[in-house]
């Protein structure tokens, strides 16, 4: 059923993406998946090479537009990815650092420079977040105390997503969504937020405007994939956005529960929520609604951590569904931190 859609995810795991009819039902033959995992260290340091995923998503679409009977029916192409990713890139568009994960926690002194300075719950109820290691304005305090000349020769601020874009169609279509996850973005008018971009020493023009996710670019000259010669490149989005759109939770009558690598409970909103209850976060993810909820790094990571340190045997249900015994002592799986406010 036409239109056809290539649908793309740059998650924690993999890059997967294939094509789609406008139902939403996947094309037999034309899915690709290219497994990946971070580089971490006992820093905090959790990154991934954007031009590995660049390449990622090249053979995504290779192999997913080499059917010539597809001919030109692709009409767009869509990518999420995993929050709260940063890149420097300088004037050319060339990184300058890999790319900074939600897990990475090298900027915890930062954080709590921040939290002496600012009233977080003021830009909680601002920007829907706290904070946190996985956003902005501490990463790029950091930066700015460590590695003052890469800084100093940063052009642009991009996300993962943005910075595929760029390489692939040479715009970085940054999603609404995509922009609220630095924690900068206001969630009732959609702006900047002066204080943390004061804060971060940040200008706002390094980043990416937000564009609703119904400000596709047009076709793309992209002469190696010619199915997709009229097809319209979407600004990319985050993926807990598609994953409540994915599963059909578009409003506020329907929870998401998400466990994959990590976890979270979201809810589509019109609109901010008022007020912000402070144990949640709330993003502005398009024009007219926001994603409210929490979030925990470590759900499928710390069963795979589990398997391989305790030695456990693969048959785990009777394990995980075991009740707890009052003489094991309890441990909090929080391997690579926490995001949510509480």
């Not at 597809?70 to 790319?99: W, Y």
């Not at 304005?137 to 940063?154: D, I, K």
């Not at 925990?296 to 990571?301: A, E, F, Q, S, T």
């Not at 030695?311 to 569904?321: D, M």
């Amino acid at each position: 059923m036409d239109p056809l859609v290539l649908a793309m995810d740059i998650g924690s795991t993999a890059t997967r993406g294939g094509v789609h009819d406008a139902s939403g039902r996947r094309i037999h033959g034309l899915q690709h998946k290219v497994p990946h995992t971070f580089t971490i260290a006992p820093d905090g340091t959790s990154i991934i090479d954007p031009d590995q995923v660049t390449a990622e998503i090249e053979e995504v679409l290779d192999a997913a537009t080499n059917d010539l009977r597809l001919g030109t029916r692709i009409a767009g192409v869509a990518m999420d990815t995993f929050a709260a990713s940063l890149i420097a890139v300088d004037k050319a568009g060339r990184p300058l650092t890999p790319c900074l994960t939600y897990a990475d926690s090298r900027s915890a002194h930062a954080v709590a420079a921040l939290l002496e300075e600012l009233d977080e719950r003021a830009v909680h109820q601002r920007t829907g977040t706290r904070l946190h290691t996985s956003y902005h304005a501490p990463r790029l305090r950091w930066l700015s105390a460590t590695q003052p000349h890469l800084v100093a020769n940063t052009a642009n601020w991009w996300s993962l997503g943005e910075y595929v874009l760029a390489r692939l169609i040479g715009h970085p279509l940054a999603g609404t969504s995509t922009v609220a996850w630095t924690g900068l973005l206001n969630r009732s008018s959609g702006e900047f937020d002066a204080e943390l971009l004061a804060a971060a020493g940040v200008d706002p023009d390094q980043l990416s405007p937000p564009r609703n996710t119904n400000q596709p670019a047009p076709a793309a000259n992209t002469t190696r994939w010619p199915a997709l010669a009229k097809a319209a490149w979407f600004p990319v989005i985050t993926d807990g956005f598609a994953s409540n759109v994915g599963s059909g939770a578009t409003d506020a009558t329907v929870l998401t529960a998400a466990t994959a690598t990590s976890g979270a409970l979201r809810v589509l909103l019109d609109g901010p929520a008022e007020p912000l209850p402070y144990g949640l976060w709330n993003y502005r993810v398009d024009a007219g609604r926001t994603l409210l909820g929490g979030a925990i790094n470590d759900v499928g990571r710390a069963v795979s951590w589990a398997r391989s340190t305790l030695r456990l045997s693969p048959a785990l249900a009777g394990t995980l569904t075991a009740p707890p015994n009052h003489t094991t002592p309890l441990v909090l799986p929080y391997l690579t931190g926490e995001r949510a406010p509480g």
